[in-house]
């Protein structure tokens, strides 16, 4: 399911606590957006029509809550962003990122640990 940029910061919300108002998604976010209420119901809405929320009324207003869980967005965009920048593959992702100083000896401990792990699962 393709979740544009604007989307996915209203889905964020939606991760954190739900159910929620198009109101109370807007007050969520206000410290981080500048966004008019039309603008987060009109993401809402677009989430709506692609499946990645429902809404139920309360009243004389819905509540939204995710049904696209965080977990399956987080791993398809994870696969396209592999698979259009590096061919699928995650060594040269990680090459990328070594050769830009972007790793700090944190992240390379990660790495190791996590390597590791999986050198010992495969035994």
Do not use: C
Request: hydrophobic share 40%; glycine share 4%; proline share 2%.
């Amino acid at each position: 399911m393709q979740i544009s940029e604007a989307e996915s910061v209203v889905m964020q919300v939606l991760w954190q606590r739900h159910p929620l108002s198009a109101e109370e998604v807007l007050a969520a976010l206000a410290d981080r957006q500048s966004w008019q209420e039309a603008t987060v119901k009109t993401l809402l809405n677009r989430l709506l029509n692609k499946g990645a929320i429902q809404a139920e009324k309360d009243g004389r207003r819905y509540l939204y809550a995710p049904v696209l869980k965080r977990e399956e967005w987080v791993l398809g965009e994870s696969q396209g962003l592999l698979e259009r920048l590096f061919g699928g593959r995650v060594a040269p992702l990680v090459a990328h990122f070594s050769e830009q100083r972007k790793l700090s000896r944190k992240d390379i401990a990660e790495l190791r640990k996590l390597l590791e792990d999986i050198d010992d699962e495969t035994r």
